[in-house]
C-alpha cells in the first residue's frame, strides 16, 4: 500500500512539466527514502534524476519498495486537473495495475480522483559515481533559462568556460556569433540573484543548446540552478526542489574537431 | 423602426463570443418584452435561448415585432470592434434589409457605424415547456467550466450525478478514469461561490462533453451557472445575465448501452 | 571607427519590430547628425524613414560616414536578446565588414557581444522633398492602431476624409461597411490624448490597410501619431522617438474608379 500526500500538489505539476518534452515513459520509485525517478531521454543522450524525500510529505506511507512505469504525458495531463493550491494524494494498492491521484481543493469543496493505468518499463537503474568537479556556478535559473533562449536564435550549441572571473557562454551561427559573460557577483539584495562560482581549474565545454533549453523548463521549481563541470564528465544542471529534493539533469559535452573556432 | 442603446456594451460582446461557435446563422427577435434568441446549434443537438430584456436597455424603441436573421461569424467581427466600455445602439429601419451597429467611446470622441446585411433564415420557434427538475445545481460558473475542461482531457463524455451531498462529474477514457465531486456548500465569504443542490430525487445523466464546453464561453457573463436535471428531459445550463436576462443552452443526455460502465 | 551608446537600448529594439515585417534588407547610414535609414519595402510601395539624432546618445562616436547594410531579420533576432533596461552598443571599426552589439545589464553582472555580418546592399537615397499638406492629423497612436485593425476585420481598404470637425475612416467588404469618426478634441487631461487636426482644406484618400497595419507597428514608440495628407501626395504617418527624432512611413493613395463608391 503507497499513499503519498503531499500539500504542495503545484510542486508536483512542475516536475511533470519539467521532464515530460524529454521523458516519454519512466517508472517512479518508491521506498522509505523518497519518491524518486532515474532515466534517459528518449534520444538516449540525455539523463534526468528526480527526488522527492519523504520528510517532504505531510503523509508518507510506502510498505514496500514499488517501481510503477507511467506515461509522463498522461501522467501531466491528470496532473494539470489539479488546481495550484491543490493538495495531491498519490495512491497506489500492492499489485494494483493502476495509480490514482487524488486533488484536494484547500476549502475541501471539491475533491477529484484520476485513475491511470501503469506500464511495464524495462529500465536499468545507472549508478551515478559521485565526481569531483573542477568548476561549480550558480546562478539565478531565469538568467541561465534566458541565456539558453537567446543563444539558441543563434546557433546550435552552447560553448560554456568558466574562469574565476565569471562564466562566458558562446555561440555562433550563420547570422553571426555571440558571447554572454556573467560575473562572479555576490553582493546582492537577494541571496538567490547572486552569481557564485567555485572552481579548481578553468573548463570549457560545448553542448547542444536543445538539451540546455529542455532543462530550463525545470526553471519555475527553483530560483536558482547548479551547473558542475568537469572536462570529460557529463554537465550536471540542477534544480533544488525546496525541502525535498532536487532534479539534475545530466548531459554529455561534445567533442567537435572545430571546437576552438567554436570558441570565438 | 428600432432603436435600442445598451450602455454596458460589453454584454452584447460577450453574448455573441458565448453563442458564435455553436450557432452560424440565427434570427434575433424584437418585441415590447425584449431581444431575443432562439436557435439550434449547427448539428442540430443543442439549443440555445438568449432574453435581453427591454428594461435593461437605456432606450428601447422597437414600433413592430421584427426578426432579423443575423450570420454570427460577422456580427462577432463587427462587435470586437466595440471597445469594452463603448455604449452600442443597434438601429434598423422597418422593411430594411440592414442593421447598423453604432458605438460610442465613454467620452464621445470616437463614434463608429457598422452596417450588416440581413439575411432571411427559416426557423421555426420553438415552444419550451416548463418542466420540473428533480435536481437543480448551483454553483461557481467558474468552476463548471474547469471542471469540463479538465474532463475533456481524459475523455468525451461527462455522467453527472447529483445527490444530497454534492455533485460528481465523472469521464472514462483511454488513459484512465476520472471523478469530482463538488459538495453542496452554503458556507462561503461571497454568496456566488456557494455550491447548492436543490433535489427531489438523485439523478444520473450522460452528456456530450464536447457541447458542454461550448456552453461554457458564456462563463463572462455571469459568476454563477445552474444546472437543472431530470432523467429523460435536457439538461438546461442558464448563464443569468445580470438585471437583463439569460443565456440557456439546453442539451439532450446520451442514451448509452454502456452507460453504466461509464459510471466508474 | 563607429561606437554608438544608448542608454535606452529598448529604443533600438523598437525600432526594428516597427520596419522588419515592412523591409528585409537596408542600409543605416551613420554621420554626424545621426544614425539613419531610408528603405521602400519589399513590395516597393512603402517608404520607410528613420532618424535617431546623435545627441539622443550617451556617446556618440563616427570618425567618418558609413553605410552599413544589415538584414533586419537578424538584426532583430539579436536585439531581442537585449534585456529591455539594457543599454546598447553598436560598434564597428572602418572597413569592417561586421557590425557588434554589445548589451550591459544595469547592475554590469551580464555584458554580451553579438557580432553580426553586414552586407552590401544597392540602394539610392531619394531626396524627400518638404511638402505643404492640406490636412495634419495628430491622434493616440493606440487609438490610430486600433481602428486600422478593426477596419481590417471589414475591409481591405480605409477611405480617410478629413473635415474640421473631424476625421472619419471608411472601409466597405462583403459583410458590410464601416465608418469610424474620431472628433477634434483638446479638452483632454493628458496632452497625448488628444486629436487635434491642422487643416487648409479637406481631403478624402484611399489607402491600403495592409500596409497601415504595417505602419502601426511603430506604436511601442509614442504615444501619439501624426497622419499629414495631401489630395495626390502620400501620406505620412509619423512616430515622434523622444528627444532623439523619428520613424516616418509614405504611402500613395489608391486611385480608384469606383472610389466615389466606397466612401460611404
Do not use: W
Amino acid at each position: 500500500m503507497l499513499e503519498l500526500r503531499l500539500v504542495q500538489g503545484s510542486l508536483l505539476k512542475k516536475v511533470l512539466e519539467a521532464i515530460k518534452d524529454l521523458v516519454n515513459d519512466a517508472n517512479f520509485d518508491c521506498s522509505a527514502t523518497g519518491f524518486s525517478l532515474q532515466a534517459m531521454d528518449s534520444s538516449h543522450v540525455a539523463l534526468v534524476a528526480l527526488l522527492l524525500r519523504s520528510e517532504g510529505f505531510e503523509h508518507y506511507r510506502c510498505d514496500r519498495n514499488m517501481s510503477m512505469g507511467m506515461n509522463l504525458n498522461n501522467m501531466s495531463k491528470m496532473l494539470k486537473c489539479a488546481g495550484n493550491d491543490d493538495i495531491i494524494t498519490l495512491k497506489a494498492d500492492d499489485g494494483s495495475d493502476t495509480v490514482t491521484f487524488m486533488f484536494e481543493s484547500p476549502t475541501q469543496d471539491k475533491i477529484a480522483d484520476f485513475e491511470m493505468k501503469l506500464m511495464d518499463i524495462d529500465s536499468e537503474h545507472l549508478g551515478i559515481p559521485e565526481a569531483e568537479y573542477h568548476a561549480i556556478v550558480r546562478m539565478p535559473s531565469a538568467e541561465f533559462a534566458r541565456i539558453c533562449k537567446d543563444l539558441s536564435s543563434i546557433g546550435d550549441t552552447v560553448v560554456i568556460s568558466v574562469t574565476k572571473e565569471g562564466v562566458k557562454f558562446s555561440t555562433r551561427g550563420d547570422i553571426g556569433t555571440a558571447n554572454i559573460v556573467c560575473r562572479q557577483n555576490t553582493t546582492v539584495d537577494k541571496p538567490e540573484e547572486a552569481t557564485i562560482i567555485e572552481m579548481t581549474e578553468p573548463v570549457t565545454l560545448t553542448f547542444a543548446l536543445r538539451y540546455m533549453n529542455s532543462f530550463t523548463k525545470a526553471t519555475p521549481l527553483s530560483n536558482t540552478v547548479t551547473i558542475s563541470l568537469s572536462s570529460e564528465l557529463p554537465v550536471v544542471v540542477e534544480y533544488k526542489i525546496a525541502e525535498m529534493g532536487y532534479i539534475r539533469f545530466y548531459l554529455a559535452p561534445k567533442i567537435e574537431e572545430d571546437d576552438e573556432e567554436a570558441k570565438s
